[in-house]
């Protein structure tokens, strides 16, 4: 590949010497009194990029970004939890980053010890991506191969593992369809079972039940979230599946925290109205353990149960401990009526509220600026549907406070 100026010393010494307080006018302009006006250009997206891109990644592990390609990068933290599982698995082995983009993932393996940076493989079919993915490598130092390849044909390199992540935007729009992905999944888990082991990255909303009969039998599903949002879902396959579980959740809290789950789904009755009027302690689990079905073991792991069938808030008597749920104190609950629940609020001085929803139509804005109550304070309001009517729990808006003056 020719060199690109973009990853050249000229761009970086000139980036390096934007002024801290610039405006976005104010270094289009510095940038082109140092570099020529097509480079400044780029340059100047570059460093807007390299802004965007923080909370995600850490200022120097993605040297080198472009817009379609941070979209799409898997989150550092993800990368690096994923490259430590491989490591653990296929320790020294041969590993393809076979959609590479601009290197997410490939610099999480390089780094992970799993290949000490000479047993990676790193392809994408857009070589203007792929140049991207090689100066990230080399800006740590990783002197991987790096092709132009189509991960849907035979492979072009006789791996031991590979990491597939199929383009979901492969017609320019967002698809749901796997089939209409690049490489379409099917053929992606053909790909995927011609190595000893293999991890295919798909999208949060991916259902396997969904897909195909008998898939979820196949390999070891992990979803995973990152400070609480859902990021994906991964299947696992051949020796990166040997002994683990058929479903389990991966929580990182991005400050270095782990959660875990895993199992079999499990079924928890949901409260009767009467009980769940009654709770001391509503939780809110991660949403990686809602997507997994695993809910009804952590409801029972935690002493909890849902509210209402077909509700994914939990509650029950005591704390619970896990940190894959969120958990309040209940202060009081009334019957989704207008004056039943100002008064809950007004008997503890309660008056803008911040509203939490399951079940109901109505948005969370508009149910707060209906549920104001006549008080002071600021309050959290959890709206939900119970079997034939909705609920509304006061809670303490500190997650995990016991919180005195509860209503009976």
Sequence with gaps: MPPDPIFGKEVALALEAIPGTATTLQIATFLRTRLDPELARRAAELHDLRIRKKGRFDPNYLAFVTKRGLEQATPQLVAEARAKQIANCARGALVWDATCGIGADSVAIA?????????????????HTLRYARANLEHHGVNARVVVADAGRPPVVRADVVVLDPDRRASGARSLDPERWSPRFSLTL???RSFDGACVKLAPAFDPARVGEGLEAVGAWVWVS????LCEVSLWLGALADGRPGRSVLALDGRGGVATLAGEPEDVPALSPAAAREVRWLAEP??????SGLLG????AEALAPLAPRIAYLGGAERPASRLLAAWRVLGTASLDRR??????GRHDIGPVVVKKRGHPESADELARRFRGPGTRRGLLVVTRLEHTHLALLCDPTPGVVAPGVDS
């Design 340 to 345: 039943r629940v100002r008064a809950l609020l």
């Design 190 to 192: 053909r790909v995927a």
């Design 111 to 127: 780094l992970s010890g799993s290949t000490g940076g000479t047993a990676l493989v790193a392809s994408d079919r857009d070589l």
């Design 226 to 229: 990152l400070r609480g949002s």
């Design 297 to 300: 073991n952590l409801a029972r």
């Design 286 to 291: 991660d949403p990686a353990v809602i997507r």
